[in-house]
C-alpha cells in the first residue's frame, strides 16, 4: 500500500512499517548486475525473515548503512538513534571505557524498518545480550589473496572442514557475499572471548604450518604473498561478522548465504553465488538444518588439538 508522498506501508505481524521512496535505487544496475531499489531490498528481507531472524534475535548489531545507494558514502552504525521507534530493542554495552546501545533485531518489522533506513548490511554479534563476553559461534574467515581464486577458497574449506571433523566440532559453511567463506562453529557459551580466539588462532596455525605455500595467519598483507588469509580476527569482544542472509553492498545485491558442505563441490559454488532474487529459494533448503543449535564446549576439541600439535 501507497501512499499519496510516495511512502509504502509493508504490514508484518502486528506493525505496519513506512517505507520511504521505495524506488531509490540502491544497487545501481551495469554490466552483468541488475539493479535494485529501495522497495526490492525491503521485499527480499521481509521473505528471508522466517530464515535469517533465528541468526540476528539476541545480538548487538552494527549497521551497514548506505542511504544514497552503495555508489555514495556509507557509515557504521553502533549507537541506536534517539528516533528509532520505542519497539525496536537495544542493548547497552560496555565498550571503550563507556557504552554503546547497540540495536537488536528480534522480529520481522525491526527488520523492515532497518532495511528502510538502507541498512544493506547487518554484522552481528558472535555474543548473546545477556551474555556478551560469552560467544556462542566462533568463526573463520576463508580470505584469498585474489578476488577471482576461488579455488583457493574453497581448499582452505576442505582442509578446515576437515581438521574441525577431527576435533569432534561441527561445522557450518556460508558464502560471505564478497570474497570467500565463512566456517562457523556452534560453541556452548560457556567460554570468554580470549579462550575461543586463542583456540581459533591454534587451529589456524596448525593449519597453515601443515600447508604453508597455500596459507598462512599473517594479518599484514604483504606478508601474505599468494597465500590465503585464516582470519580468526572477529572472534574478540564487540567484533561482528556479517549475518547469515545479509545483503552486502555490491553491484547485484549479492547475499551472504548457508551452504551444504556438500554444495562446496559445486563448480557454480562463488562467493557471491546467490544475490537477493534467488537467495531466499536456497534458504528454504535449510542447509544449515539445526546445525547451530549443537553448540559444543572447547575442552575435549582442545585436548585433541594439543595431541595434534604435538
Given at each position: 500500500m501507497s501512499g499519496a508522498d510516495g511512502t509504502r506501508k509493508v504490514r508484518a505481524g502486528r506493525r505496519t512499517v513506512e517505507v520511504h521512496r521505495p524506488d531509490k535505487v540502491l544497487f545501481p544496475g551495469g554490466g552483468d548486475a541488475k539493479e535494485y531499489t529501495k522497495g526490492d531490498l525491503v521485499d527480499f528481507y521481509r521473505a528471508v525473515a522466517p530464515f535469517m531472524l533465528p541468526h540476528l534475535r539476541d545480538r548487538p548489531l552494527m549497521l551497514e548503512r548506505h542511504p544514497d545507494g552503495i555508489e555514495g558514502p556509507t557509515f557504521m552504525q553502533k549507537n541506536t538513534p534517539e528516533h528509532y521507534p520505542e519497539w525496536i530493542p537495544r542493548v547497552e554495552v560496555t565498550k571503550e571505557g563507556g557504552t554503546v546501545r547497540h540495536t537488536v533485531c528480534d522480529d520481522t518489522p525491526t527488520l523492515l524498518y532497518l532495511a528502510d533506513q538502507a541498512s544493506i548490511t547487518l554484522h552481528r554479534w558472535l555474543s548473546r545480550a545477556d551474555s556478551v563476553d560469552h560467544p556462542d559461534r566462533l568463526v573463520f574467515d576463508l580470505d584469498p589473496s585474489s578476488g577471482d581464486d576461488f579455488e583457493a577458497v574453497r581448499e582452505?574449506?576442505?582442509?578446515?572442514?576437515?581438521?574441525?571433523?577431527?576435533?569432534e566440532l561441527p561445522s557450518a559453511l556460508m558464502t560471505t557475499g564478497s570474497r570467500g567463506l565463512h566456517v562457523i562453529v556452534p560453541l556452548n557459551g560457556r567460554h570468554d572471548f580470549d579462550e575461543v580466539r586463542?583456540?581459533?588462532?591454534?587451529?589456524?596455525?596448525?593449519?597453515?604450518?601443515?600447508?604453508?605455500?597455500?596459507?598462512?595467519t599473517a594479518a599484514r598483507?604483504?606478508?601474505?604473498g599468494e597465500r590465503l588469509y585464516l582470519d580468526i580476527q572477529r572472534n574478540a569482544y564487540a567484533q561482528t561478522a556479517v549475518a547469515p542472509y545479509t545483503v552486502r553492498p555490491r553491484p547485484g545485491a549479492p547475499v551472504a548465504t548457508p551452504v551444504t558442505w556438500d554444495q562446496l563441490d559445486d563448480p557454480e559454488l562463488h562467493a557471491r553465488r546467490w544475490t537477493i532474487a534467488d537467495a531466499v529459494e536456497q534458504a528454504r533448503t535449510n542447509p544449515w538444518s539445526g546445525l547451530l543449535n549443537r553448540g559444543r564446549a572447547l575442552g575435549p576439541a582442545r585436548r585433541r588439538l594439543n595431541a595434534l600439535r604435538g
Open positions: 582452505a574449506a576442505r582442509l578446515l572442514g576437515e581438521l574441525l571433523d577431527e576435533l586463542a583456540f581459533a588462532r591454534d587451529v589456524a596455525d596448525l593449519l597453515a604450518g601443515a600447508h604453508p605455500d597455500r596459507l598462512t598483507k604483504k606478508e601474505r
